[in-house]
């Protein structure tokens, strides 16, 4: 009777829970008692943690925070939360010297050094340092989820979802920061704004020299220079250098997806993924910005577009203090310094630096090529290549204009050839009026109007509009090439190079001239072609006003100005524009020729003089003139060619001032200011500056023999 009465003064409100029945007594060992709750059986060896436990029941919160009004079933509790307001951290890291406001947290933190792992998962075999950690792994297998929001009803697996969705409704930030004055609703994230103006990164890499604010990041750093991966897959084995990615990892096994998309029957282990993927298919965009009324289907997607607008960009390099806009592409732009890289593939082990890289890797692997041509037995992984390749030997175009009666490959070649006959233009640019057929075509012109790049390479810096343009500009980074012809196997960047290649095979020419009716394989050579009729040059140089029919002659033309020649070769002292010019000449040293015919084995020191030597074999001359029909083996022969119907002349003597067409024509006349004479003839020794005086020199020799 002596612990219930002191029960019933704890308990003061639910006295008629505590009866003769509600505590009992068993024998616990010959010294002592142990005390039961009889409303759940829990068993307890002191009557102060038997009265603690009495709360839990009857859901009695008697402790109240004077800062924000939260209650405790438990003083102790209380005082724990208290210490969130006064920042106070009294328990601190004996290895790192962290601190921490609860014993608990340094306790957990221990095991981090240790690597022990005491609580293990009775369904994977999973082991975790805390035990916290261990009850939200089982939600994973369990798919539970206790914490609800009173609002709307979503319910969440952890109790820090539940924090953060909250506010999503109150749009409340409480959080101040004391320098600038900006509002944060999460504590953590005004901690890691602060950072940004203390600039506090006492740690440093001492390889990359890249700075941290913490000790343990930069240890966790220090394991992508070291190639270690210690942690491990308990299931697979497979291994990783860090803690995060093996998480990641982890629930390719664990994560069970029970939400199936109906119209494409893809999985997700949450259902607001599964709500997100749905607008895929209804193009449901709710989320309009203010400034363009470009709608997105995603908040999040609004919200990184807004930064192009107020030009934000909230994340900096550690290392160059480059700035983005996004978090992903700082992540990705850290790997140019680092030489990270974190998706690796399951069968062959190659890493790589991102993972569409994986993805494209990947299906080098699985490409299963089960369509065959009955002609040349060439295998295709999917039946429409076959059908495309079938057209290469029969020359086949199924699809033809009913109004002029003109056939095409494909289809959509005959549905852009329509807009020609109807001329509609139901798209207006509202800036300067100008009209177009497609809704694309227009937003791809407003952005000459906003000069808007909205994303940007991490490994050179280089600015685009579209990000199907960024895309396709790393591959020249990574230097890939996933698009292959089906005729001649030439495999090639970007998907539009190999449709302009295809046309080689097929001879055909989709694009005609208004004016002369000339037919032309390519839209550029189309506009080029124009040009021809109006004596357009639409390109200008900045610095003298000469002008040019093509970009190209204009970039090349502007080096004369600059002279600015950045690499020098060691052996010589002779300058380049580029490093890839440099590298090709020192092969002039060291006579390596790394790139042999496969026909003749004859070998070069270029992958362009192999290219052109192979035009001898198959006599292919793929370049034609647009204006006289001429064809030629080289481009760079067309591109000089070109020059004879325009008179451009981008090359110009510096020391007279005499203007060439050619490169080669200036290198010759240099030479009579230079005095150089290259060309000796193995006769008598004489020597020529130009190439045809040294064979007008040969024939005085052959007459004296004859």
């Not at 491990?232 to 199936?260: P, Q, V, W």
């Not at 989320?287 to 960009?313: I, Q, V």
Request: include cysteine; glycine fraction near 2%; aromatic fraction near 12%.
């Amino acid at each position: 009777m002596e612990v219930k009465e002191e029960l019933l003064d704890y308990v003061p409100f639910h006295k008629e829970w505590v009866t003769d029945a509600t505590v009992q007594t068993e024998n616990k060992t010959d010294n002592g008692k142990k005390l039961v709750c009889h409303f759940c059986g829990k068993s307890f060896s002191q009557k102060t943690y038997l009265k603690a436990h009495l709360i839990v029941h009857t859901n009695e919160k008697a402790f109240i925070c004077d800062v924000c009004n939260k209650k405790f079933s438990r003083k102790q509790h209380l005082k724990e939360h208290v210490r969130i307001h006064t920042n106070e951290k009294n328990y601190s890291c004996d290895l790192c010297h962290k601190k921490f406001a609860w014993k608990s947290g340094l306790d957990s933190h221990y095991r981090s050094h240790t690597n022990e792992k005491p609580y293990s998962c009775n369904i994977c075999n999973k082991t975790f340092s805390d035990k916290n950690a261990l009850k939200q792994h089982y939600r994973t297998h369990t798919n539970e989820k206790p914490y609800s929001c009173d609002v709307c009803g979503k319910d969440f697996s952890r109790k820090h979802y539940l924090d953060d969705h909250f506010y999503t409704h109150t749009k409340e930030k409480r959080f101040i920061c004391d320098i600038c004055g900006k509002r944060f609703s999460q504590k953590s994230n005004m901690n890691r704004h602060h950072r940004s103006h203390l600039n506090e990164k006492t740690f440093s890499c001492s390889i990359c020299n890249k700075r941290f604010t913490r000790k343990f990041n930069l240890e966790a750093h220090y394991i992508i220079h070291s190639n270690k991966k210690p942690f491990s897959c308990d299931m697979c084995g497979r291994k990783y250098s860090t803690k995060s990615n093996l998480n990641k990892h982890y629930r390719s096994h664990t994560t069970e997806k029970a939400f199936i998309c109906d119209v494409c029957n893809k999985k997700f282990s949450r259902k607001q993924h599964l709500k997100e993927h749905i607008l895929i298919h209804t193009n449901e965009k709710n989320y309009s910005c203010e400034l363009c009324n470009k709608k997105f289907a995603w908040k999040s997607g609004l919200n990184r577009h807004f930064r192009y607008h107020t030009k934000e960009k909230p994340y900096s390099c550690d290392v160059c203090n480059k700035e983005f806009t996004e978090k992903s592409h700082l992540k990705q732009h850290y790997r140019t310094h680092t030489d990270e890289k974190p998706y690796s593939c399951d069968v062959c082990g190659k890493n790589f630096s991102r993972k569409h890289y994986l993805d494209d890797h990947f299906y080098t692997h699985t490409k299963v090529k089960s369509f065959a041509c009955d002609i040349c037995s060439k295998k295709f992984s999917r039946k429409d290549n076959l059908n495309r390749h079938y057209r290469s030997h029969a020359n086949q175009k199924p699809y033809s204009c009913d109004i002029c009666g003109k056939a095409f490959s494909q289809k959509r070649y005959l549905e852009a050839h329509l807009r020609t006959h109807t001329s509609e233009k139901a798209f207006i640019c509202d800036v300067c009026s100008k009209e177009f057929s497609q809704k694309q075509y227009l937003k791809s012109h407003i952005r000459t109007h906003t000069n808007e790049k909205e994303y940007s390479c991490d490994i050179c810096h280089k600015e685009f509009t579209w990000k199907n343009d960024l895309n396709r500009h790393y591959l020249y980074h990574a230097k890939e090439k996933p698009y292959s012809c089906d005729v001649c196997s030439k495999k090639f960047t970007e998907k539009c190079h190999l449709r302009d290649h295809y046309r080689t095979h097929t001879n055909e020419k989709p694009y005609s001239c208004d004016v002369c009716g000339k037919k032309l394989s390519h839209k550029s050579s189309l506009n080029r072609h124009y040009r021809s009729h109006a004596n357009e040059k639409p390109y200008s140089c900045d610095i003298c006003d000469k002008v040019f029919s093509d970009k190209c002659n204009l970039n090349q033309h502007h080096k004369t100005h600059t002279k600015e020649k950045l690499y020098s070769c060691n052996l010589c002292s002779k300058e380049f524009y580029r490093k890839t010019d440099l590298n090709r000449h020192y092969r002039s040293h060291t006579n390596e020729k790394p790139y042999s015919c496969n026909v003749c084995d004859k070998q070069f020191s270029q992958t362009c003089h192999l290219k052109n030597h192979f035009l001898t074999h198959t006599n292919e001359k793929p370049y034609s003139c647009d204006l006289c029909g001429k064809e030629f083996s080289r481009k760079s022969n067309l591109n000089d060619h070109y020059r004879s119907h325009t008179d451009d002349k981008p090359y110009s003597c510096n020391v007279c001032g005499k203007d060439f067409s050619r490169k080669r024509d200036l290198n010759q006349h240099f030479r009579t200011h230079t005095m150089e004479k290259r060309f000796v003839c193995h006769s008598c020794g004489k020597a020529f500056s130009k190439r045809r005086s040294l064979d007008k020199h040969f024939l005085t020799h052959e007459t004296m023999i004859y």
